[in-house]
């Protein structure tokens, strides 16, 4: 029996949105992003992304920097919604940086939203 005086804490799972990124950004963030335990994401354009957002709840949201600015605008709106953590990265922008930026901030996320120890009680 289901005590209808106690709420079920839900959490987020680790989840990464990546729009509008080229193809070889979208496969390096892929490899470093499963490798840290996230569920990718992937999303073509800024209006799906916005869609999506509330539904999937990100950690963390990777985007095109060249989008236009009303764009990036509502991105950031929605992101701040959903408290995920951003990035933004041009198309042409470097592998290796865009991975070694995209760790530590991913990391940052996972402590950020980890679910709290549960305690013990060795009474």
Request: hydrophobic residues 45%; proline residues 6%.
């Amino acid at each position: 029996m289901v005590n209808s005086a106690t709420t079920q804490q839900r959490f987020r799972a680790a989840t990464a949105m990546l729009v509008g990124l080229g193809p070889t950004l979208t496969t390096a963030c892929q490899e470093t992003l499963a490798g840290l335990g996230y569920r990718v994401v992937l999303v073509a354009h800024v209006p799906a992304a916005c869609e999506r957002m509330a539904v999937t709840m990100p950690l963390l949201l990777v985007a095109d920097a060249d989008a236009l600015q009303t764009e990036r605008d509502e991105l950031r709106e929605r992101a701040v919604a959903v408290g995920a953590e951003m990035l933004w990265f041009p198309r042409e922008a470097d592998a290796a940086f865009v991975t070694s930026a995209l760790k530590l901030t991913a990391m940052s996320a996972l402590q950020k939203y980890s679910p709290p120890p549960e305690s013990s009680s060795d009474g």
